[in-house]
């Protein structure tokens, strides 16, 4: 059978130890993986990227960092300790199964929305059994996704957070404060979240601790149409899914969606999204995924339909990414109205609004809430390039900015005086500050091999001719075409290239 495009990235993956199971030697843990070297490269200058692009352009945007154990009435407040559970039946073997997923994979009907009882009859209907063993499967039930402790003694119960927000809307009033911030305030956090899945699964799409990168956009509820990014990103074009599409297509018990294209401008205009702020979200999130290396074509905002969103939301449009194994939520995008500052207060009996010219205001909030690893996924699977004729090997095309290093330095033949002068150039662009890789080792096909599948863009290579005319092949990994340059013109080439990289 042929190797799932998924299979064949985890191979690479697995090789060049980019992510591999966490606790391999113990037959691993099921959805914890760990990242190696060039993994943990790659995630890092994704964070950079996104830190850069969501963070540092603004100048009402903080960050904060904070802890992923909270105390339980912070989940009581957000609704987590209630609510967020996700529909499982177990089968007379102790295999838990998520039902909604198996409900819409098998019988392709849309499951959000339904109640335990509604799911079990549809269970029963259609004779679906446990796909672990083909058991028949018992009731459906609600299993709670957050992993539970306790601190400092038992009856103090904790929890891990499931999500970056609760911190920050815990810390709203004192960042405002401290920041003597007016409205719109944004406060990023970027950490690690947990979840209990029921099935973790497909490499790290589905995974018990991630990263989230999250911003709360703190708005005045009057000025929601009055977006200050507005007049940069207005052109920026947004392939929509609107609910109509969905519905249509749920009439025809389809789940392939049309796409809408409009601007930024437009979907404020038409009532497409529900506010200007909102239109401008997702045109900034539109403009940074392509330069990850993922094409337009394969991004769309769906708008999430009622039964899958809360009764408090003002309009949730979820960033999807077309993957080999479907389109895949990568973005949460939320207007959540007051509600969390709200449940805060009423919970902790706290005052969190804030006094705008002697009024008291409960800021609106938009949530854009990325995930590291599922979006990392997402460019290891778009920028996979297999083998082919003109090159017998497979690799990644990473775009400049997210590749793990800059360049491989290889003297071509194991003689001490092209070693040598290997050496040198590479210890001169460490100091230029450039992530450069030094590899002697092996025919110099299979070091190019090994530089193109961890994506590195460009192998600098000493031969006998540098001996005779100070000279070196630059080679490009797009390309793989070599140009001669001079020696030590060779480390600021690279520089140029690295300042290049910034969006
Ligand atoms: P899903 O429906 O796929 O479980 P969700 O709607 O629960 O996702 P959100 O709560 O909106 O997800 O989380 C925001 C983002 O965090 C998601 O878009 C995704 O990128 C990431 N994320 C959520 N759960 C996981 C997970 N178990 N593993 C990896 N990433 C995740």
Redesign the pocket.
């Known amino acids: 059978m042929a190797k799932s495009l998924l299979d064949s990235v985890m191979t690479i993956c697995l090789r060049r130890g980019i992510l591999f199971p966490t606790a391999e030697v113990y037959g691993g843990l099921a ?1 914890f993986y760990d990242f190696g070297p060039v993994g943990t490269r790659l995630r890092n200058n994704l964070i950079r990227l996104w830190r850069q692009h969501f963070i540092e352009s603004q100048d009402f945007v903080y960050e904060m960092s904070g802890t992923t154990l909270l105390p339980a009435p912070v989940f009581k407040a957000s609704g987590h300790l209630d609510h967020f559970t996700d529909p499982s039946a177990e089968c007379p073997r102790g295999h838990i199964t998520r039902i909604d997923q198996l409900i819409e994979e098998k019988l392709k009907i849309q499951a959000e929305g339904k109640s335990n009882t509604e799911l079990s009859e549809i269970v029963r209907k259609g004779k679906l059994r446990c796909p672990v063993c083909g058991d028949f499967l018992g009731d459906v039930k609600s299993f709670g996704l957050m992993f539970g402790t306790s601190v400092g003694g038992e009856r103090r119960q904790a929890f891990l957070r499931p ?1 970056t927000a609760q911190n920050i809307f815990l810390a709203f009033k004192r960042i405002q404060t401290a920041t003597r911030s007016k409205l719109p305030l944004g406060v990023a956090q970027i950490g690690k ?1 947990y ?1 209990n ?1 029921i099935s ?1 699964r497909q490499s ?5 601790e ?1 990263g ?1 990168m999250e911003i709360e956009y703190f708005i005045n509820p009057d000025n929601l149409n009055e977006c200050p990014l507005f007049s940069d990103l207005k052109n920026v074009q947004l392939p929509i899914v609107t609910q109509k599409v969905q519905q249509e297509a749920a009439e025809k018990e389809s789940t392939e969606y049309s796409t809408k294209l409009v601007t930024v401008e437009e979907a404020f205009n038409k009532g497409i999204v529900p506010n200007q702020w909102m239109a401008c979200i997702l045109g900034n999130e539109m403009k940074f995924i392509p330069q990850l290396g993922i094409p337009k074509e394969v991004i769309r905002f769906r708008h999430m339909r009622p039964e899958e969103t809360p009764h408090y939301s003002g309009g949730n449009f ?1 960033l999807e990414i077309k993957l080999s194994i479907g389109w ?5 995008n ?1 207007y959540r109205r007051d509600h969390d500052l709200q449940a805060h207060m009423k919970e902790s009996q706290k005052d969190l609004s804030i006094d705008i010219e002697g009024t008291k205001v409960i800021p609106h909030v938009i949530e854009p ?3 590291i ?3 990392l996924y997402c460019i290891l699977e778009h920028t996979y390039r297999p083998k082919d004729e003109s090159r017998g090997w497979t690799w990644f095309q990473f775009p400049l900015h997210l590749a793990p290093y800059e360049a491989v330095f290889l003297p071509l033949l194991q003689r001490p005086e092209l070693e040598e002068i290997a050496r040198q150039l590479y210890e001169k662009s460490r100091l230029l500050n450039l992530s450069v890789l030094y590899d002697e080792r092996g025919r110099i096909g299979r070091r190019y091999a090994r530089a193109d599948e961890i994506g590195i863009p460009f192998a600098v290579t000493i031969d006998p001719q540098t001996l005779e005319d100070n000279t070196a092949t630059l080679r490009s990994r797009d390309t793989a075409e070599q140009i001669r340059h001079q020696l030590e013109d060779i480390p600021s080439l690279l520089q140029e290239r690295k300042q290049r990289k910034g969006f």
Request: hydrophobic content about 35%; aromatic content about 8%; proline content about 4%.
């Open positions: 959805g999500e979240s979840r899945e973790p790290v799409v589905r995974v018990r991630f989230q979820d895949k939520e990568v973005i949460g939320a809430s990325f995930g690893e599922r979006l």
